[in-house]
């Protein structure tokens, strides 16, 4: 194992992170741009990559048993290039929009890939610790990008576009560092293999968490002007403080993991759930800024624990499938994250971004709560078996 393999994977993780966030900084000048496009349609920008990283993370994962991994990550990579810098030479939303869709395909084949070539080649607490690492140096590469962005913006609602530009280095990265592999060989008893039932449940649980967490994404530059506090350079670096919480939770997963042990995920729900909370009462920056690191702190610990989970429900042959699941899983809670939050709000009669973090709050807290029950109605279960 070359000393550069790490580092490799952890920069294809960087390039999926970077897909649909990185410019939500320049949000509020693209929707300037095109006065007369839908709100909705504006915040679709960020969420229409993950339309179609939906079915080309399964297309990935049976691309495996066709061409290799190798292949299949330089092949996205191309791609999400193309796709990601070229959308700002569009002069209409609907290019701008199909730029976008076509970045998500991209992303779609090298997102799953980021995660199973860790548990290609590491195991056990290795593995949770890469996992860890992936999301901690994902996080840190979103910072650099949307602060990066934030400043761009500045320029004009073109401009962020170019930080898809870093896709070139990575590209050179897998290239020369990433082992050459085989196709997966698959008999017909895997390929007719049905992924347990709890898998599902992670990737629904995985649907939820990025739908409330990518509420930040979407709405930080609207939040921020509809309370007369910053524009788009202020909401990038808010925005960069979901990852600066996110990264430091992924560096100490493996301590964490052994102090929180089964309550590792109520606790990252009930942090994010308080964060929330704090948004949509606080009018202080530096109260936005702490609560915008609570929320990272929360996904940083929760993703990578359910990936592991999940992977740890199958035989390694079968972790492609398992993957393409939660992350195809994620990006319907990315995607779905502003249609839902808007129509809840519109629903309620609450325009208002306040509003909305209201709900993610309160969602957050009975989740919680539910977890909860639900766990000590199982630990008095063997009691009442046992009378």
Known sequence: MNRMLKPTIIAISMATVMAGAAISPALGLIASNFPDADPVMIKLILTAPSLFIIPFTFISSYLTSKISKRTIVLLGLSIYVIAGVGAQFTNTIEMLLAFRFILGAGVGLVMPLAITLISDHFNGREQVKMMGYNSAFSNFGGI??????????????????????????????????????????????????????????????????????????????????????????????????????????????????????????PISLLVMGVAFTGLSLSHSVPVILACTCMVGFGQGILFPIINVKALGLVNPLHSDKVIAAVSSSIYVGQFSSPLVLDGIASLAGFSTIRFQYTVVGIGLGIAVVLMILYRIMRSAKPSIEEA
Do not use: C
């Open 144 to 265: 650099v990008t949307m602060m990066l962005a934030g400043y761009l913006a500045a320029i004009s609602w073109r401009a962020p576009f170019n930080v898809y530009l870093m896709g070139i280095v990575i590209f050179i990265m897998v290239f020369f560092f990433l082992p050459k592999d085989q196709p997966r060989k698959k008999d017909k008893d895997t390929s007719k293999y049905k992924l347990p039932k709890a898998v599902y449940g992670y990737a629904l649980a995985s649907a939820g968490i990025m739908l409330v967490y990518y509420s930040v994404a979407t709405n930080m530059a609207l939040y921020l002007e509809q309370s007369n506090i910053g524009g788009s350079e202020l909401a990038g670096t808010v925005i960069s403080f979901t990852t600066v919480g996110g990264m430091i939770t992924s560096l100490t997963l493996i301590q964490l993991q052994d102090v929180l042990k089964s309550y590792i995920i």
